[in-house]
């Protein structure tokens, strides 16, 4: 019984910023990836940010140098730092786990860029 939950998602300026948290508990025995999607109304559900188990990240073009994603392994917990916030940001973010015992969505968090 793996759960994810996700916080601190909400509204914020254009230019502003957030950081998501995503904590993962229940039988995970160990994690190979965790990440972050987002999907906006109207498309897809789409990649924002990747880390391996090995530290390794990956991120969307369209976020470079404004996201960051990082983790505290000790507390199953993985973060996604959003600087430089802009309208077309608006998303529902969800976190993602891939563990040694199958693949886990998070519930969903609202985030609204205003202009």
């Known amino acids: 019984q ?3 939950v996700e916080s601190g998602g909400g509204l914020v300026q ?4 957030l950081r998501l ?4 508990s229940g039988s995970i025995l160990s994690i190979n990836v965790m990440g972050w999607y987002r999907q ?3 498309k897809q559900r789409d990649v924002v940010a990747v880390m391996s188990s090995g530290g390794s990240t990956s991120y969307a073009d369209s976020v470079k140098g404004r996201f960051t994603i990082s983790r505290d392994n000790a507390k199953n917990t993985v973060y996604l730092q959003m600087n430089s916030l ?6 529902v973010y969800y ?3 891939v563990a040694g015992t ?3 969505w ?3 968090t609202q985030v609204t860029v205003s202009s």
């Open 2 to 4: 793996v759960q994810l």
């Open 40 to 42: 906006a109304p109207g």
């Open 102 to 104: 199958g693949a886990y």
């Open 14 to 17: 254009a230019g502003g910023s």
């Open 95 to 97: 976190c993602r786990l």
């Open 86 to 91: 802009k309208p077309e940001d608006t998303a």
């Open 21 to 24: 948290s995503c904590a993962a």
């Open 106 to 108: 998070g519930q969903g």
